[in-house]
Nanobody
Framework: QLQLVESGGGLVQPGGSLRLSCTVS????????IGWFRQAPGKEREGVSC????????YYGNTDKGRITTSRDKAKNTVYLQISRPKPEDTAVYYC????????????????WGQGTQVTVSS
């Protein structure tokens, strides 16, 4: 069974930097995408970014482009989410999930999810 484990969350000061990791063990046949989601208090979960495992192509929302970067290290089976100049509104639980493909910044056909990692941006 595929497993995803997020790490790297915690308390971050506004304007600092933050990098989250999603370590993936296993692979669902035919599934080629890992997506990052977040859920802020009192809000619905939203897709943040998506990356194709096969070629590293990344997708973001328009409002986050340039501030959020997703990358992968194939040797470590790890996908990263880097947030530059984090803002208080980035406070959320961040999840990664595997899926069949990227539909823009949202991974489609989610299969397995990580347990989530809390990010709090506050001074």
């Amino acid at each position: 069974q595929l497993q995803l484990v997020e790490s790297g969350g915690g308390l971050v000061q506004p304007g600092g930097s933050l990098r989250l990791s999603c370590t993936v063990s296993g692979r669902t046949p035919g599934y080629d995408a890992i997506g990052w989601f977040r859920q802020a208090p009192g809000k619905e979960r939203e897709g943040v970014s998506c990356i194709r495992r096969s070629d590293g192509t990344t997708y973001y929302g328009n409002t986050d482009k340039g501030r959020i970067t997703t990358s992968r290290d194939k040797a470590k089976n790890t996908v990263y989410l880097q947030i530059s100049r984090p803002k208080p509104e980035d406070t959320a639980v961040y999840y990664c999930a595997d899926g069949a493909k990227c539909r823009g910044r949202v991974v489609a056909g989610q299969d397995f999810w990580g347990q989530g990692t809390q990010v709090t941006v506050s001074s």
